[in-house]
Structure formats: C-alpha cells, structure tokens
T-cell receptor, first 115, second 113 residues
C-alpha cells in the first residue's frame, strides 16, 4: 500500500483478555517501530525491528507485551492479560534503511480501550 | 541512554506571533534530527529534518538549526497561523547498532485568531 496501515483502528477489550495489533509497513521499509501514546501524552518507545530481528526492545513495559515481525513485512504487537493502564493509542512507523537520515512514516494508530 | 527534553506546553499564541519551541537531546553518536507534527485528528507527519551540524531544516515557514555544540534543535516560525495549531514533537535518530527514534513529550500549540 501507499502508507503504513494499522488494524484494527479501534479495539475495545475486557480487562484480562489478550489483544493483537497489526502493522503493515510501507513495502521495502526494513525498519519498523512501535510506540504507545496515552491520552494527552507523548510517544513512548516500545520496540524497534530491523528486518525480523529486534535490536532494541527496551521499551516494552512488561512481559505481558511482545512483538513479532515476519521478514520485512507485517508486525504484530501482542498484549496479554490486558490492564486498564494499557489503554492508549498504539502507533507503528516504518522507515527505509537505505540511509541513516531517512524519516519514519507513521500509521494512523490503533486506539485500545480496556474496560 | 538517548533522551529528548522538549519545552513544556501548552503554548498559546495570537496569529502572527513569533514561535520558538526548545528541544535539546542526548544521543549516542551523531544523530539525525527531526521535528514531527500531529494536527488534530491526524497522524504524525514529518515537518522538517537536519542531518549534520549547522544544517537548517525548513518547511511551511518553520525552521530549525542543528546545533551540535549545544545539542539543540529549536523550532521557530516568524509568524504563526491558526492552521499551525497542533502538537509538535522533537526526535533524534541515533546511528549505529540501534537506529532508535526517540520522541520528546510533545508541545501543544494553540494559535488564536
């Protein structure tokens, strides 16, 4: 597609359930990032992929959070046993690695509400 | 670790006022520097960037200069418009083993007519 696509756009889940958030990066973009943005807050770095490996997963808040990436394509962020504090917009971004100074392109995000 | 300190908001200005949003960073190596903007109801998009010392990024009347000696990348605009109302984020991109893109907390700008 033309841009970064995230699905679903909105997700309401009950506390304690597992959720999967999907990100389709721009074709050919080798780098992929996940961020969390709580209401009125900044972007909290979660994890960074280069290809299908994750050189930096230092931002994952707990072991309930995990992420995978298939090759240089789709990534899935999984949150197990969701808690109310997980409610936020989850943003995905991708960038080409042809040069170190290239910018990231963002998806529209998945708004997660844990009730 | 890598971090960004961005001017606290919110900032409220009248149309045609001068804008400065301060940004300083700590980063490994020699980062590229970006300003992103998030307009109400929209996703994040790149506003401008600079990739080496003394470079000036510019777009839509906004400017920022890469100051290596002060590790700063302050955003400026000489005359803001109502349509500039948005949240602005400063972000260095580190080089090397981890190309981590870290964001500041964001500065919300409201421009009144």
């Amino acid at each position: 597609g033309a841009g970064v696509s995230q699905s679903p756009s909105n997700k309401v889940t009950e506390k304690g359930k597992d959720v999967e958030l999907r990100c389709d990066p721009i074709s050919g973009h080798t780098a992929l990032y996940w961020y969390r943005q709580r209401l009125g807050q900044g972007l909290e770095f979660l994890i960074y992929f280069q290809g299908n490996s994750a050189p930096d997963k230092s931002g994952l808040p707990s072991d309930r959070f995990s992420a995978e990436r298939t090759g240089e394509s789709v990534s899935t962020l999984t949150i197990q046993r969701t808690q109310q504090e997980d409610s936020a917009v989850y943003l995905c971004a991708s960038r080409p690695r042809t040069a170190w100074n290239t910018e990231a392109f963002f998806g529209q995000g998945t708004r997660l509400t844990v009730v | 670790g890598d971090s960004v300190t961005q001017m606290e908001g919110p900032v409220t200005l009248s149309e045609e006022a001068f804008l400065t949003i301060n940004c300083t960073y700590t980063a490994t190596g020699y980062p590229s520097l970006f300003w992103y903007v998030q307009y109400p109801g929209e996703g994040l998009q790149l506003l401008l960037k600079a990739t080496k010392a003394d470079d000036k990024g510019s777009n839509k009347g906004f400017e920022a200069t890469y100051r290596k000696e002060t590790t700063s990348f302050h955003l400026e605009k000489g005359s803001v418009q109502v349509s500039d109302s948005a949240v602005y984020f400063c972000a260095p991109l580190t080089q090397g083993g981890s190309e981590k893109l870290v964001f500041g907390k964001g500065t919300k700008l409201t421009v009144n007519p």
